[in-house]
């Protein structure tokens, strides 16, 4: 049966402090989102007991890695955690499927095979498991190191950016598959990145880590609709819409939005596909004719207004949840409150596509 | 145009005379007696048994310097500790050590009056004028070539790697065995050949330790020195046979160094 991660850590490096608490629930998968040097690796590290923290404890439902004040302190190889690393770091020397089966604690040497080759052609590596890792490209040690860190059978999986040694080519397809792989894992999840967009579309929730400490914590749209300091506004950065592409007339991309709703894009596209685009692109107005050269107009209702410093950033809710971000002064013009209905508009430029 | 291409015939110059330096006497060695003449020469009494000692002190001594020094290595490699610069500085001492300087230090360490020396006796092992006493002086100056090798092969490991061992179950006697080794392997080899290629060469300090007997602590270059004056042509039988050990010693570093399966320490 798996159970849910409960996790305080204090933790000081030099100048650094890392001082969060962390709960995520079996199935669940979280983000610690943040700038290089926040401590999200650290954090990581912490819980994984790759790192010692001065203070804290961390509990597996009641099986408890770490409480520092009764002295329990469960050694690494004792926790049962799945650790994809950010280079992945397989073993060089051993073929795929040994590096899968090197964490097995059950079963036979053959089974132990049997069983990595199994799960290794599970991800489409079925042809590449005799070959070693320098043999590979960065997509499939990707799924090695996916495959490797889930066949130790752990209670928690911890992802530190998992996708940022892939190229942009590979990095959709890979992140599409992440996501498959995270949705069916039934353990707790804790991912690292320092992309909004990629936390948004894998974790259920996202902590933004900044020097240390948890500045905010909640759901992807919600944290970009009302973002608490202007330092989680810019990080949170595009708002992620998804739907389906195809190509238009006048060489446009246009993407039938889930929920209903259409937007076109200058980026070539079809099939699944993430569209983004930056709170500060998209401009809110009454209803009314287009004027203009936007071309992606949405109808929306505003449900939350959150200002910081001269501007505010407005949570919207269209079919899919977005964010735009507009002057104080506009939103007094506009009577931007909660319920408000208004339109938002944006240009295709404005609009990155990329597919799932 | 005219002071680059001096410069560089007087480069060139330069190369061709240390060359010739330096390959003039390893030549010597093989032209000075014919080969059939070096061939019958490590027939004389003496000549073979001190290979064969050398052969087999050396390993030994390469057994405990592997054993003890491959670990220590590791947790040097490893671990940042207040005194490891000094610890470091000590085990590389015997590099630069002169090595008559070693073998009084051996003595008065390990012989019969030396500081431990006493201890040693009451256990009942005996070293100086013994074959042990050669495996010791030998592990004395040929270990910090494998130490510091391994150190430097341990650190070029991605710690990434070691503890992604350590997440999947392994503690660290079974990572040091399955990943750090192997990691390593390319850099342990090659400290290996040459600390060999030191403990083959070794003179002084086993002189000054273990003395120069014959079958027992006369390893070949005790032997060389011992044949000089009564019949050069095995001193310089048995040079040949070193030289041509030490070259194929020389050679396997190279080899080892570059790893040719690209899985070097380095990757």
Known sequence: MASALQAEIALARGDFELDLRIEVGAGECVALVGPSGAGKSTALRALAGLARPERGCVALGSDRWLDTQAGVDVAVEDRRVGYVFQEYALFPAMSAWRNVAYGMRSGSRAEQQARARESLAGLGLADRADSRPAELSGGERQRVALARALASDPDLLLLDEPLAALDVQTRAGASRELAGVLGEASIPAVLVTHDFAEAALLADRIAVLDRGRIVQEDAPAALAAAPRTAFVADLTGAVVLRGVARSGDDGLTVVELDGGGRIASTDPAAGPVAASVFPWEIELDHRGPATGSALNHLPVVVTSVTEFGNRARVGLAAPQPLAAEVTSASVARLGLVPGAEVEASWKATATRVTAL | ?267
Do not use: C, H
């Not at chain 2, 190369?15 to 014919?34: C, N, T, W, Y």
């Not at chain 2, 490893?78 to 000590?90: E, P």
């Not at chain 2, 050949?193 to 002189?207: D, K, Q, S």
């Open chain 2, 1 to 267: 145009m005219r002071s680059s291409f001096a410069f560089r015939a007087l480069a060139t110059a330069a190369l061709a005379l240390l060359l010739a330096f330096l390959a003039i006497p390893l030549v010597a060695i093989f032209v000075e007696a014919g080969p059939g003449e070096l061939i019958s020469s490590l027939g004389r009494e003496g000549a073979v048994e001190a290979l064969w000692l050398s052969l087999r002190t050396s390993l030994m001594a390469l057994a405990v310097i592997v054993v003890v020094g491959t670990p220590a290595a590791y947790l040097l490699a490893r671990r940042r500790f207040r005194g490891r610069a000094l610890v470091i500085t000590l085990i590389e001492l015997p590099l630069v050590l002169p090595p008559a300087a070693a073998g009084i230090a051996l003595l008065a360490a390990f012989g019969p009056n030396g500081l431990v020396g006493g201890a040693i006796e009451d256990a009942g092992i005996r070293l100086v004028l013994e074959t042990a006493g050669v495996v010791v002086a030998l592990t004395f100056v040929a270990a910090p070539f494998y130490v510091r090798g391994a150190i430097a092969a341990f650190e070029s490991i991605d710690p990434a790697l070691i503890d992604a061992s350590r997440t999947l179950g392994a503690g660290e006697g079974r990572t040091f065995l399955r990943v750090a080794i192997p990691g390593a392997r390319p850099g342990l080899g090659s400290g290996f050949a040459l600390a060999w290629g030191r403990a083959l060469g070794e003179f002084g300090a086993t002189l000054f330790f273990a003395g120069s007997l014959e079958g027992r602590t006369q390893t070949a270059p005790l032997a060389i020195f011992e044949f000089l004056a009564r019949d050069f042509n095995a001193s310089l039988a048995l040079a040949a046979v070193l030289v041509v050990v030490s070259a194929a010693l020389l050679l396997s570093v190279k080899l080892f160094g570059r790893s040719p399966d690209g899985l070097g320490a380095a990757s």
